[in-house]
């Protein structure tokens, strides 16, 4: 089973025993909103881009998720590319649009594509 935390940004594939999934799950839930993106039990995947997950995504999330899957903390983001600390912060949080602009900026300092914080056109080709 995988379980997705979206604040604070957690991916977490579960398996043991079903007492012990639950037990986590509870507890996580208790703490914080949880989506399952796939479950084994029921042996269907679940397309995570059909989610009201993903289609909850903005291009601030997407951003701060690539930022820590990258190891980075606002400022080491804001030298790299450029951008005040405050503006990407501001990025993460919805308080500003993230433009096109600032995420190329922002893509080419963590290796990624521009167009994968854009949730409408990080979908897999094909879809």
């Known amino acids: 089973?995988?379980?997705?935390?979206?604040?604070?940004r957690i991916e977490i594939a579960l398996s043991g025993?079903?007492?012990?999934?639950?037990e986590?799950?509870?507890?996580?839930?208790?703490?914080y909103p949880v989506s399952i993106v796939s479950d084994?039990?029921?042996e269907k995947p679940v397309n995570a881009f059909s989610t009201a997950f993903w289609k909850?995504?903005?291009p601030g999330d997407l951003l701060q998720g690539f930022r820590l899957k990258h190891g980075m903390s606002q400022a080491?983001?804001?030298?790299?590319?450029?951008?005040?600390?405050?503006v990407i912060s501001a990025y993460e949080n919805g308080r500003r649009p993230l433009s096109r602009r600032a995420a190329i900026r922002i893509g080419a300092a963590l290796g990624e594509s521009a167009d994968k914080?854009?949730?409408?056109?990080?979908?897999?080709?094909?879809?």
């Open 56 to 58: 909850d995504t903005t």
């Open 24 to 31: 986590l799950l509870d507890f996580l839930r208790s703490r």
């Open 76 to 86: 080491q983001l804001a030298e790299k590319t450029g951008i005040g600390q405050t």
């Open 1 to 8: 089973m995988l379980a997705v935390v979206k604040e604070p």
């Open 40 to 42: 084994a039990e029921n």
């Open 117 to 127: 914080f854009f949730p409408e056109t990080a979908l897999p080709t094909g879809k």
């Open 17 to 22: 025993t079903d007492r012990a999934v639950r």
